[in-house]
């Protein structure tokens, strides 16, 4: 799919701002704090219903207005597609598709495509598994979006359950609870326990399942990237090779989907269990751990406590990995959801999402920067933010558009050719 226009009405640094694009490379370019991650977040925001800097909106909209509006222009599938959604912290937000009023906000996902790369991304190898939860849970949205609906119904049950371990953790402790209907307090909340448990192991199993599924699926695909960005010597396997030969390819990286339910079971790494399996292995550890759950006043089983664990030479990443190889993994991730979403998931026959890259030349070291170039040249739309031109390396070929961003305004260069 390709972005055609943009135009932001009090988001972040901008009243307004009105941008046109071209297929092909854009390049974002401007002094630090000009505005040019601003345009590519609001982007990522039409695709994911998040920011990839904040988790809550208020930041986004404009300072002293109360509404942001982010209109886009798109074509897919060669026809065109116009999203508009509007954001108003405190507020539900409220979004348009083709000028229609959407019900409901999840509805916009999977509408969307793009692939975003950013700085912030060196978490995902580094940081907490919070973060590799979310990587899964919006690429999952992007591909299949009634997942959004089971994570929103699991979060909900999640609280509720959580609450009520807090409730009986203080019975326990001694603390007089309200009888309900003439029943101690305690057997009150066991039995509501009970429907919670089960509630949470059907939308978690769901949840657990299409996130192991999604995984497994990325592997080949990042070990294939991994190799293709890593500076080893002769390590590019080259360009292109068909997803079905990806998982032939001898990668020291990989990821595979940590979860106790699934230790539970035994389940073999790359295996993909049914969901019933899942519901009951699940149900059970949360039955057999009420204990320790009032206890703590904590649900500790389910895929809110899961990981994506990220591999290198058969070690976890995590500590294992180099700054520069932290870097590779990263950025092989999220080629590796490029892919995933351009080679497996085309479904309306121009399924290539955009490719974001933000900021993210400037941290690489030049041979890496020659490659990501390289392989991003044949994308069919390229977003790039830089603060130097220079940063943007020889390898991308073709034309480039470029727009100035700067003092709150972005003005189109024009465009050059580099082949
Ligand atoms: N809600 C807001 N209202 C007004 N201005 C904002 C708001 N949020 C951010 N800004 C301003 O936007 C600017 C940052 O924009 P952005 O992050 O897009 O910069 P950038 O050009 O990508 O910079 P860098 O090269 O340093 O990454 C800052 O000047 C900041 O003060």
Known sequence: ???????????????????????????????????????????????????????????????????AIIRASFVRAGRPLQVDLEITPGRSNRARLQGQNVSRLRDLLGEVRAVLFAPEDLGLVKADPEGRRRFLDELLFEIAPRFASVKADYDRVLKQRGNLLKQMRSLRRGGSGRSVAGLDPADSAASTLEVWDQQLARFGAELLRARLHLVNRLSPHLGYSYLRVSTDEGADPGLDLPPDQRGDVNSPASIRYRSSV????????????????????????????????????????GPHRDDMEIRLHD????????HGESWSLALALRLASYD????????????????????????????????????????????????????????????????????????????????
């Open 1 to 67: 799919m390709q972005l055609t226009a943009l135009d932001l009405t009090d988001f972040r640094s901008y009243p307004r701002l009105s941008l046109s694009f071209q297929p092909g490379i854009t390049v974002l370019v401007g002094q630090n704090g000009q505005g040019k991650t601003n345009i590519v977040e609001a982007l990522w925001y039409l695709a994911t219903l998040s920011s990839h800097r904040v988790p809550h909106d208020a930041a986004l909209v404009h300072r002293g207005e109360s509404t």
């Open 262 to 301: 699934l230790e539970e079971l035994g389940a073999p790494v790359g295996s993909l269990p049914g969901t019933r399996e899942i519901q009951d292995a699940m149900l059970e550890m949360l039955v057999t751990g009420h204990d320790e759950e009032i206890d703590r006043g904590a649900t500790l089983t």
């Open 315 to 322: 070690f976890p990443a995590k500590g294992y990995a180099s």
């Open 340 to 419: 995933l979403l351009r080679l497996e998931e085309g479904d309306l026959g121009d399924g290539e999402p955009i490719l974001i890259l933000d900021d993210v030349f400037s941290e690489l070291d030049t041979r890496r920067r020659e490659r990501l170039g390289r392989i991003v040249t044949s994308a069919s739309q390229v977003l790039i933010t830089t603060a130097n031109d220079s940063d943007i390396p020889d390898s991308l070929d073709g034309e480039i558009h470029v727009i100035e961003v700067s003092l709150g305004d972005a003005v189109p260069r024009g465009s050059g050719s580099r082949s």
